[in-house]
């Protein structure tokens, strides 16, 4: 087995004064496997772009160790930025520079100029579809297009790790989904991708391993199906019928729903149970109601993110205010 | 050899510059328009002189003029770490594989050229149309004071770019250094006459001591043991500045 690309071992930073210190990154040990999606997650202030931040030599550790192919982010930062690229959380182009030398720019920083890098920028430009902008200045165009050329860069380069911080924010669905593909394929070729993202479905769709973190410590960590296993037999049901049978609420209770939301004639539930139990509650709510439509899914990741972050707070550590599981508003009718 | 993130760091600021106008404006023009506009107008209006035998004010304003491009230069580009960092652009530079003195010296390399051509451009506007009588025996002299004197005030403003975080209050600093070492300097009048506090002061000052080496390359003034001291004087200070802004540069990120 190749050894990893990343290896990060009791990861430690703290912000804020010695008297009220403020760990964003609590003792965090974990590897990032070569030519893997590494998804890296968790609620607002747990730490994602600290670690990420400290991965890419942007911040120095405070305690612990982080090794990128090798070479320690604090003891060699230029070896370790020779084989990165990274996508920060905020947009980064050159505003008073126009598309198409942003990305030339960025080649060249990398030692990559000539012919065959103009070329290459033409086809990125292609496949990013701002080839109809490049000889604009940056400063002139959208949020939108900022941040495909700033994501752009990325494929103007051959290094072995890519990091992304929240790469689709700005980008329309379909551009997305053709940047997701491009990303794949990248990590079939052997390149290490490494990405934090607010969007779950993304993670889900993109990502081979899993990290989820919270408070700056480790929750879980697998792949997608490993951490619905976690969360154990959750299951989202979706049943719309002709019109909502009046024993409705007397049914769904005796099956003790985590959830449910009746909104017209469609009702959502999240159940913890066993199959055949779901399949018997369907079963009843249909001899008291004509069924028009059923879907039933298991957990979502955003299910298990959801619940995994919503342990408490180690003591002593500030943490931010994320919503109870109590929290959950139940929509039964005469709830 | 120039390294490559060097190189790389010299031709975007070269196109981030030579693309945008205002940048040209500034770095060139403005300060021949004040040695036009001040200079002419002081010797021919007031009919100033330099307090110098058979020196007139046009030929003492000359290096003052030089100084000012130096200084003004300087002070642009510290501002664009400032642009670079609205853009993002400035944390994302500093992943890319390059030292964080090459990022610097990189940043005040093509500046350092811009410095040059404005100070040949001056010296020709100088000689041409106010007569003045140039040294060009000692151009290589000026050409190292402009180089040297350029990079020296762009890593002392680099500094103060990169520790603070608000464009305000960098305005602000940069209008009170401004106001301060250009006054407070032999830039626009000799300072034997001036009150002993005002001498002390400007003699502290390093455009003092960068501006009194360019006036010995053009014009001839001064004396060669006092130059010297306040050419070495004015290179630690450009050191010293530089070491500070790479130390600003590591804490940045």
């Given at each position: 087995?190749?050894?990893?690309?990343?290896?990060?071992?009791?990861?430690?930073?703290?912000?804020?004064?010695?008297?009220?210190?403020?760990?964003?990154?609590?003792?965090?040990?974990?590897?990032?496997?070569?030519?893997?999606?590494?998804?890296?997650?968790?609620?607002?202030?747990?730490?994602?772009?600290?670690?990420?931040?400290?991965?890419?030599?942007?911040?120095?550790?405070g305690?612990?160790?982080?090794?990128?192919l090798?070479?320690?982010?604090?003891?060699?930062?230029?070896?370790?930025?020779?084989?990165?690229?990274?996508?920060?959380?905020?947009?980064?182009?050159?505003?008073?520079?126009?598309?198409?030398?942003?990305?030339?720019?960025?080649?060249?920083?990398?030692?990559?100029?000539?012919?065959?890098?103009?070329?290459?920028?033409?086809?990125?430009?292609?496949?990013?579809?701002?080839?109809?902008?490049?000889?604009?200045?940056?400063?002139?165009?959208?949020?939108?297009?900022?941040?495909?050329?700033?994501?752009?860069?990325?494929?103007?380069?051959?290094?072995?790790?890519?990091?992304?911080?929240?790469?689709?924010?700005?980008?329309?669905?379909?551009?997305?989904?053709?940047?997701?593909?491009?990303?794949?394929?990248?990590?079939?070729?052997?390149?290490?991708?490494?990405?934090?993202?607010?969007?779950?479905?993304?993670?889900?769709?993109?990502?081979?391993?899993?990290?989820?973190?919270?408070?700056?410590?480790?929750?879980?960590?697998?792949?997608?199906?490993?951490l619905?296993?976690?969360?154990?037999?959750?299951?989202?049901?979706?049943?719309?019928?002709?019109?909502?049978?009046?024993?409705?609420?007397?049914?769904v209770?005796?099956?003790?729903?985590?959830r449910?939301?009746?909104?017209?004639?469609?009702?959502?539930l999240?159940?913890?149970?066993?199959?055949?139990?779901?399949?018997?509650?369907?079963?009843?709510?249909?001899?008291?109601?004509?069924?028009?439509?059923?879907?039933?899914?298991?957990?979502?990741?955003?299910?298990?993110?959801v619940?995994?972050?919503?342990?408490?707070?180690?003591?002593?550590?500030?943490?931010?205010?994320?919503?109870?599981?109590?929290?959950?508003?139940?929509?039964?009718?005469?709830? | 050899?120039?390294?490559?993130?060097?190189?790389?760091?010299?031709?975007?600021?070269?196109?981030?510059?030579?693309?945008?106008?205002?940048?040209?404006?500034?770095?060139?023009?403005?300060?021949?328009?004040?040695?036009?506009?001040?200079?002419?107008?002081?010797?021919?209006?007031?009919?100033?002189?330099?307090?110098?035998?058979?020196?007139?004010?046009?030929?003492?304003?000359?290096?003052?003029v030089?100084?000012?491009?130096?200084?003004?230069?300087?002070?642009?580009?510290?501002?664009?770490?400032?642009?670079?960092?609205?853009?993002?652009?400035?944390?994302?530079?500093?992943?890319?594989?390059?030292?964080?003195?090459?990022?610097?010296?990189?940043?005040?390399?093509?500046?350092?050229?811009?410095?040059?051509?404005?100070?040949?451009?001056?010296?020709?506007?100088?000689?041409?149309?106010?007569?003045?009588?140039v040294?060009?025996?000692?151009l290589?002299?000026?050409v190292?004071?402009?180089?040297?004197?350029?990079?020296?005030?762009?890593?002392?403003?680099?500094?103060?770019?990169?520790?603070?975080?608000?464009?305000?209050?960098?305005?602000?600093?940069?209008?009170?250094?401004?106001?301060?070492?250009?006054?407070?300097?032999?830039?626009?009048?000799?300072?034997?006459?001036?009150?002993?506090?005002?001498?002390?002061?400007?003699?502290?000052?390093?455009?003092?001591?960068?501006?009194?080496?360019?006036?010995?390359?053009?014009?001839?003034?001064?004396?060669?043991?006092?130059?010297?001291?306040?050419?070495?004087?004015?290179?630690?200070?450009?050191?010293?500045?530089?070491?500070?802004a790479?130390?600003?540069?590591?804490?940045?990120g």
């Amino acid at each position: 087995m190749s050894t990893p690309a990343i290896v990060v071992k009791n990861l430690v930073k703290t912000f804020g004064s010695r008297l009220r210190p403020i760990r964003a990154v609590d003792d965090l040990t974990f590897s990032v496997q070569r030519g893997s999606i590494f998804g890296l997650l968790g609620p607002n202030g747990a730490g994602k772009t600290t670690t990420l931040r400290i991965m890419t030599t942007l911040a120095r550790p405070g305690g612990g160790t982080v090794d990128v192919l090798g070479y320690d982010v604090v003891k060699a930062p230029l070896e370790v930025r020779r084989r990165i690229g990274v996508v920060i959380q905020d947009q980064a182009a050159d505003l008073l520079l126009n598309v198409r030398d942003n990305l030339l720019t960025f080649a060249r920083f990398h030692g990559r100029a000539g012919p065959p890098v103009r070329d290459r920028a033409e086809r990125v430009m292609t496949q990013f579809g701002i080839a109809d902008v490049a000889d604009r200045k940056v400063q002139d165009l959208s949020g939108g297009i900022r941040r495909r050329v700033q994501v752009a860069k990325m494929f103007m380069i051959d290094v072995p790790i890519i990091f992304l911080d929240e790469f689709s924010s700005g980008m329309d669905a379909i551009l997305k989904r053709s940047v997701m593909a491009m990303l794949r394929a990248e990590a079939a070729a052997g390149r290490t991708i490494v990405l934090t993202t607010q969007i779950l479905s993304e993670a889900e769709e993109l990502c081979d391993d899993i990290l989820i973190i919270n408070h700056g410590r480790r929750v879980a960590r697998g792949s997608v199906h490993t951490l619905k296993e976690l969360v154990g037999r959750l299951h989202e049901v979706t049943i719309t019928f002709d019109r909502i049978p009046p024993e409705l609420e007397t049914i769904v209770a005796g099956y003790a729903p985590e959830r449910v939301v009746v909104q017209h004639n469609t009702m959502q539930l999240q159940l913890r149970d066993e199959e055949p139990r779901i399949l018997e509650l369907v079963s009843a709510l249909g001899r008291h109601g004509r069924i028009q439509h059923l879907e039933i899914t298991g957990a979502s990741l955003e299910d298990v993110f959801v619940q995994l972050t919503q342990q408490p707070a180690p003591s002593g550590i500030e943490r931010p205010s994320l919503q109870r599981a109590g929290d959950r508003r139940s929509n039964v009718p005469g709830d | 050899m120039m390294t490559y993130p060097l190189a790389a760091v010299l031709v975007r600021e070269a196109k981030i510059r030579a693309t945008n106008s205002l940048f040209i404006f500034w770095d060139l023009v403005y300060p021949l328009g004040y040695l036009l506009v001040f200079g002419i107008g002081v010797n021919a209006s007031l009919g100033f002189t330099s307090g110098l035998a058979g020196v007139d004010y046009n030929a003492f304003f000359l290096a003052g003029v030089l100084g000012m491009a130096s200084f003004g230069i300087a002070s642009n580009t510290s501002w664009s770490f400032f642009l670079d960092r609205d853009n993002g652009i400035f944390y994302e530079m500093l992943t890319y594989p390059m030292r964080r003195w090459e990022h610097l010296l990189g940043k005040v390399l093509f500046n350092t050229l811009v410095g040059l051509v404005q100070a040949l451009l001056t010296i020709v506007l100088a000689t041409a149309l106010l007569r003045i009588p140039v040294r060009f025996d000692r151009l290589p002299l000026l050409v190292a004071a402009t180089l040297v004197g350029t990079a020296g005030w762009f890593f002392f403003y680099a500094i103060f770019a990169l520790r603070i975080r608000r464009n305000d209050a960098y305005n602000t600093v940069t209008s009170v250094f401004y106001f301060v070492f250009l006054f407070a300097s032999s830039m626009f009048y000799p300072l034997d006459p001036l009150p002993r506090v005002f001498r002390i002061a400007a003699f502290a000052n390093p455009i003092t001591w960068q501006i009194d080496v360019l006036r010995y390359a053009t014009i001839g003034v001064g004396d060669a043991v006092s130059i010297t001291v306040e050419a070495i004087a004015f290179i630690l200070f450009s050191a010293v500045a530089f070491a500070a802004a790479i130390r600003a540069l590591r804490d940045a990120g």
